[in-house]
């Protein structure tokens, strides 16, 4: 995948199909991109996506940790089972959690 679409509409940010090591640099650099207002709440919307790794979840975390510094809290919402019980495994939720707490 040559680039990375992330589309952030109405404080939902619509995450990419393909959330591994092989795209992580395309998404990191379209993260880069992303507007964000610091009054704000972005919400992560996981349905799109297909493929997960750890890269992937340690990217959403990075990303999550850089909004989180910035005053910006973070949410998940929708997400297949795969890709919610691969959250889980990783306790991905405590770790927003203690994010915006800390």
């Known amino acids: ?7 952030l509409k109405n404080g939902v940010l619509q995450l990419p199909k ?10 990191y650099n379209a993260f880069k991109l992303l507007p964000c207002d610091p009054a704000h709440v972005i ?10 790794d750890g890269a992937g979840i340690q990217l959403l975390l990075a990303f999550s940790h850089h909004l989180a510094l910035q005053g ?3 949410e998940i919402q929708g997400g297949s ?3 919610l019980r691969l959250l889980e495994h990783t306790n991905f939720s ?3 959690t203690h994010l915006v707490t800390s």
């Open 94 to 96: 405590a770790a927003l």
């Open 43 to 52: 919400i992560l919307d996981l349905d799109p996506i297909e493929e997960m």
């Open 81 to 83: 089972p795969d890709t």
């Open 1 to 7: 995948m040559p680039n990375a679409e992330l589309v």
């Open 18 to 27: 393909d959330m591994t090591i092989f795209n992580t640099k395309n998404i």
């Open 72 to 74: 910006i809290a973070v």
